[in-house]
C-alpha cells in the first residue's frame, strides 16, 4: 500500500482531515523552497503536492500562474523538478505527488518519466489537462494516479471518478481555476455529500481553501484538504524576508492542523 | 512559362475574413444549445470581429481575449470589436499574443460553461473543436471548386493558403484532399529559424499537446511550449490544427514557410498590381506564390486563399518599412 493510502487511512480512522500542501517546486529559490517544506512537515503536513512550473498552466489562476511563470523564466522544468523532488524525499518523510501538466511528461516519454519520478521517491500524480476519460495511459507504472473533480461534475464524471480506485479525488471546490473565490459553504457540502453517495474513495477537498476557519468549515465532509494559493499567498508576502518565511510556513500549518481538530468533542 | 493565378477573395465577406463562415455557424449552435454568451480569443483581431458580429446578430453576450501586444498591433480591429457590443479584454502574461489569450479564454470557460460557448476560431483545440472549423470553412473549397469549374472547366493544378492555426487553409483544402490538386500550406518563417524567431510550427514542431490536442507544437526539450514571432499577428501561435499536423505526416499537402519580409512584399506588390490591400495573414500565401508562379508549366493554374482583408495591416506594415527607412 503507497503511503498515500497510509495517510489517508489513518485520517479516516482519526476521523479528521489529513492536510496536503500544494507548493511550487524550486521557488522562490531552490534552498528556501526546501526549508519551507521542512517547516511545512514540522507544522503537521501530510502529504505535498510538489508543482512543476509550467508555460501554459491552464487549470491555474493569477496566483499559481505567476508562480509557473516565474518558474519557466528561471528554465525550471520537469526535470528539474524531478531532481528537486529527490532532495525533497532525501529531507523529509510526507508522501510526495507530483502536479504537472501532461505535454512535459508526453514528451520526456512516460516510461522514462515514470521511471524517474518513482526513483525520486514520488508516489502520486496529479496532471490537471488530462481528462478522466484519457487517465488509463497513467495507469500500470505503480504510481498513485489522483483524479479530479468539479462541482459541475455530471452524476456520470463522478462515477468515472469512483472506478479508479484511487487513493483519494481531488475534489475542486470552485467552478473555475485554482485561487478563485469559493462557491457558497452549503453548496460545497452538498458537492461533497452527492460525490460521497457514489464512492467510498476519500475526497480531498482543494483549489480555494483560505485558510483555518475553511478547513474547520469542511473537517467533516472531506478526508483531506488541499492549501495551494494560500501559501502561495504567504510565499509572496514574505520572500523580500526569506528568513522568516520557513516559519511563516510552518505556522499557517499549525493553525490548520489545530483547525482539523474537532473542538466540540463529538463528531 | 508561369501559372495563372486566382484569388478566392475571402477578404470580402463581411467583417472582412473568412472567419465569419464559423463564426455564425457556432453561435448559431450555441445559440440552439441554450447559450446566451459567446468567449473568444483572438490573435489579428479577425476572428474576434467575427465573432462579436455573430454576438450581436443573434443577440448574445460576447467577451473577447486578446494579446496586450496584439491589441496593439491591430487597434483597427480592438475598436471594431468594441464598437459591436463586445468586451475585449487584455491579456498581459506571458507571450501576450494568441497562445496567452486562448489559455484566458479556457480559464473563462471552465467557469461559465453553463451558459457560455467557447467560441474557438481556429482548426484546434479539443475535439470536436477541429472538425467543426474544418466543416464550417470547408464552403471556400466547395465554393472555390464550383466557381473554378465554371471559369476553367476543370479544377486548378494548385491552391495555397496561409496557415497560423490553420482554419483557412483546411477550409479550402479539405474539399480538395480526393483530388488531382496539390495543395500547398505558407506558415510563418518570422524572422527566421531559430527558437522564438518564427511560427513554422509544422516544418520545426515536435509532437505535443497544447489546448486539449495532439499535434506538432514549438517546444523546447522538456515540454515548455516556446515563444513564437510573427509579423501577422494571426499566424503568431506555437501550434497547428491536428489535421494539417496529419496531412503533413501522411504527405498529401505540402508545408512551406516565408519570412515577414517575404510576406511584406507580397502585401506590397498584391496593392500594387491588383488594388487589393491583403491580410498579413494572407500575405504570406501570396508571397509563396509570387515564388512558385514563374517556375509553374504553361497553362497551370493557382488558387490562393485570401483569407482577410490587409486595411488592419496598416499601421503594422507603415512601422516595418519606417524601421527599415524604406519610404513608399
Redesign the interface.
Known sequence: MSSIRKQMLHYQQEQKPALIAFIMGLLPNEDLCLDCIKALEQGGCDILELGVP???P??D?EMI?RFH?RG?KQGL???RGLEFAQRVKNSCNMPLILFTY???????GLDKFMQEARAAGIEGLIVP?LPLDEMYVLKGYGMEIIPMLAP?STDERVQMAAQQQAAFIYCVS????TG?RNLPEQEIKDYLQRVRTDTRTPLALGFGISGPQQVETFRDYANAVVVGSYLARIIEEYEALPWLLPGQMEKAFLELSKAREDQHGSI | MGARIYLKREDLNHTGSHKINNTLGQALLAKRMGKERLIAETGAGQHGVATATAAAVLGMKCTVYMGARDMQRQRLNVFRMRMLGAEVKEVSKGSQTLKDATNEAFRDFIQSFEYSHMLIGSAVGPHPYPMMVRDFQSVIGREVKEQFKNLEGRLPSYILACVGGGSNAIGIFYPFLKEEVKLIGVEAGGRGISPGEHCATLAKGDDGILHGALSRLLQDENGQILDTHSISAGLDYPGVGPEHAYLRESGRVSYVNVSDEEAINGFLKLSEYEGIIPALESAHAVAYAIKMAPELPTGSSLVINLSGRGDKDTEEVSRYLEERQEVL
Open positions: 509550467f508555460t501554459d491552464l487549470a489562476g500562474e511563470h519557466t522544468n520537469l526535470k501532461y505535454n512535459p511528461l508526453y514528451r520526456m489537462d459541475s470552485v467552478r473555475g481555476v478563485m
